[in-house]
């Protein structure tokens, strides 16, 4: 409820810095739940170029919210989950077209099961570490927004050139899923309302699961059939990479219409080499249009139940 709450929430009030305060909120309830906020000028000197190329062109400053829950010894390598937050997403200069743009304020519900998330297993008490990365901003065509052919620097020092602004979420995550390195990780796990591919793959009854690693796919796809938030494993083979070759960068934001929601996870996965992980598409399962229009919560039980299972091991 907390996830849905959060994303039916209109953009002029669910901004990024509303998630940066909603995120602290959720930490003064939670004893073992700490907060803290980089500012865009910090993520400057981290040099995240990716993530701060979407939010140029907004007057709503971007964020990167940090979660961290605390329920076994500091030794203990964490499961970092990083949800995509664009809390509103007018596809910049490449511009969506107007009719159903109104659902786009619901392009924050990985930031949402993020949340809903780390709200559970602070309820729930699990002895596991967990951080919690919330990369917010909004993705808006103002005059000093990024163009299509502009090539920007991640974190990671990969040059992307931006052949539509409107494939920015995985823009977004790439610089968090860097981040993630320093937590030393277990295991990553990205959540994403990523691509309309995916909802032309799977519809609306199961979000999209790609790893490199069998028993990470298999235990979530294994969550979300318990907790009934049902997922399905969709190919990461390295044969769809050379779709997203660039002549002028290290690599492109887009490899056309083919494969569209398997090329984005081929994108993420050049930022997530140094650990296991996992992406989720929730593009198809995050919300309801129509006249049962609102979020849906999903997939906060499928994590859920994950986590569980995990403290159990």
């Known amino acids: 409820n907390n996830a849905r709450q959060l994303g039916n929430l209109p953009a002029n009030i669910c901004t990024p810095s509303y998630l940066a305060s909603q995120a602290k909120a959720l930490a003064k309830g939670q004893a073992k739940v700490t907060t803290s906020v980089l500012s865009e000028a910090e993520m400057k000197k981290l040099k995240m170029g990716s993530l701060l190329s979407v939010s140029a062109g907004s007057n709503e ?58 709200k559970t297993i602070g309820l729930l008490n699990l002895p596991l570490n967990v951080v919690g990365l919330i990369p917010a901003c909004e993705n808006m065509p103002d005059g000093l927004a990024v163009k299509p052919g502009d090539i920007v620097t991640s974190m990671s020092g990969q040059t992307i050139e931006i052949l539509n602004t409107d494939a920015e979420g995985r823009l977004v995550l790439c610089d968090a899923l860097t981040y993630a390195e ?39 796809l294994a969550a979300g059939k318990k907790s009934i938030d049902k ?62 229009k609102g979020a849906t919560g999903r997939p906060v039980s499928l994590l859920s139940q994950f986590l569980m299972h995990k403290s159990k091991k």
């Open 61 to 118: 400053p971007g964020k990167l919210i940090v979660m961290k829950y605390q329920g076994a010894k500091a030794s203990v390598k964490p499961v970092v989950l990083v949800g995509k937050a664009v809390t509103f997403d007018s596809g910049g200069i490449s511009l969506k077209p107007g009719r159903g743009m109104d659902e786009m304020k619901y392009d924050m519900c990985g930031a949402a099961t993020v949340l809903g998330v780390m």
């Open 231 to 292: 997922a399905w494993r969709m190919p990461l083979w390295d044969e769809y990479q050379p779709l997203l070759n660039s002549n002028f960068a290290d690599i492109a934001n887009i490899g056309g219409r083919a494969a569209g929601s398997i090329t984005a996870a081929c994108f993420l996965s050049r930022f997530t080499k140094k650990y296991s992980w996992a992406h989720i598409d929730i593009a198809g399962t995050a919300w309801n249009s129509g006249a049962n």
């Open 182 to 220: 320093r937590y030393k990780p277990e295991t990553v796990i990205d959540i994403a309302t990523l691509t309309g591919a995916c909802v032309i793959a799977l519809g609306h009854h199961a979000s999209a699961v790609f790893s490199k690693s069998d028993e990470l796919a298999n235990d979530l």
